[in-house]
């Protein structure tokens, strides 16, 4: 098992920047990738932002130059800084820990709202 615990979202305007955090416990060294997804109200969730376990990154087009993933394997936290954002990017951003695709876990959210 392993549980995470994302903070860091809030209200921003558009433009500025927010830093999520993602606090990972238990069996993390079963985990092969860390991933931060969103969902806007009536939207699919979507994933923002993917580094492996040998810490390559990746984007989606939307998020690509804005947001960057990084970790700190010491506090086992992953992040996902947030600039120029725009109201588009508002959703509930969730973190998930990658096995395979039959076994991923998932946070329990935070909210990021950006105003125009």
């Known amino acids: 098992q392993v549980q995470l615990v994302e903070s860091g979202g809030g209200v921003v305007q558009a433009g500025g920047s927010l830093k999520l955090s993602c606090v990972a416990s238990?069996?993390?060294?079963?985990?092969?990738?860390m991933r931060w997804y969103r969902q806007a109200p009536g939207k699919k969730r979507e994933l923002v932002a993917v580094i492996t376990s040998g810490g390559e990154t990746n984007y989606p087009d939307s998020v690509k130059g804005r947001f960057t993933i990084s970790r700190d394997n010491v506090k086992n936290t992953v992040y996902l800084q947030m600039d120029s954002l725009k109201p588009d990017d508002t959703g509930v951003y969730f973190c998930?820990?990658?096995?395979?695709?039959?076994?991923?876990?998932w946070g329990q959210g935070t909210q990021v709202t950006v105003s125009s």
């Open positions: 238990g069996n993390i060294a079963m985990i092969n990738a």
């Open positions: 998930n820990a990658f096995r395979s695709s039959f076994l991923m876990y």
